[in-house]
């Protein structure tokens, strides 16, 4: 239970992300899957099927999942049979953490953006002395008509 507001927590929320290569590699057949994801591999194929786990395929046509698969579809399993979400709000709610994950790398990438600007800001300041929009140049908006005249020879 979250103890700020009482609500459970998916498990998914309380483990550390993971991030190995090895978790990602392709490689568990459809059986194993299932069977490590407690679940029958007609509702791996079905889960497929409504795109909400994408195993890569063989050269032959056959599944294969990785140990991050088999972590979704147990939390699949979990908001259907604990939370009562049926599958097409536990895909709209995986499509939204998906959302929020490229949201959350985006952002960090523009606070980097931003510090690096900040830290170039600070050495140009350091360089010339610091930018004052009171001291700015102003352009004039008269706006005087000239007329030259080349001299009489």
């Not at 579809?73 to 939370?83: A, C, G, H, K």
């Not at 709209?92 to 952002?107: F, G, P, T």
């Given at each position: 239970?979250?103890?700020?507001?009482?609500?459970?927590?998916?498990?998914?929320?309380?483990?550390?992300?993971?991030?190995?290569?090895?978790?990602?590699?392709?490689?568990?057949?459809?059986?194993?899957?299932?069977?490590?994801?407690?679940?029958?591999?007609?509702?791996?194929?079905?889960?497929d099927r409504l795109g909400l786990v994408e195993p890569a395929r063989t050269p032959g046509g056959g599944r294969r999942y990785s140990l991050r698969d088999?972590?979704?579809?147990?939390?699949?399993?979990?908001?259907?049979?604990e939370d009562g979400v049926n599958l097409a709000g536990i895909k709209r709610i995986m499509?939204?953490?998906?959302?929020?994950?490229?949201?959350?790398?985006?952002?960090?990438?523009?606070?980097?953006?931003?510090?690096?600007?900040?830290?170039?800001?600070?050495?140009?300041?350091?360089?010339?002395?610091?930018?004052?929009?009171?001291?700015?140049?102003?352009?004039?908006?008269?706006?005087?008509?000239?007329?030259?005249?080349?001299?009489?020879?």
């Amino acid at each position: 239970m979250d103890t700020v507001t009482g609500n459970r927590r998916s498990r998914a929320a309380q483990q550390p992300p993971m991030r190995d290569a090895a978790v990602d590699a392709k490689m568990l057949v459809i059986s194993v899957a299932a069977q490590m994801a407690g679940m029958h591999p007609q509702t791996l194929r079905q889960y497929d099927r409504l795109g909400l786990v994408e195993p890569a395929r063989t050269p032959g046509g056959g599944r294969r999942y990785s140990l991050r698969d088999v972590a979704r579809l147990r939390e699949i399993q979990r908001l259907s049979q604990e939370d009562g979400v049926n599958l097409a709000g536990i895909k709209r709610i995986m499509e939204l953490e998906n959302q929020v994950s490229s949201l959350r790398v985006h952002v960090h990438e523009l606070m980097e953006h931003v510090s690096s600007l900040e830290t170039e800001r600070d050495e140009l300041e350091a360089a010339v002395g610091p930018f004052n929009l009171a001291r700015r140049t102003r352009v004039s908006t008269e706006t005087a008509l000239v007329i030259w005249q080349p001299p009489n020879r």
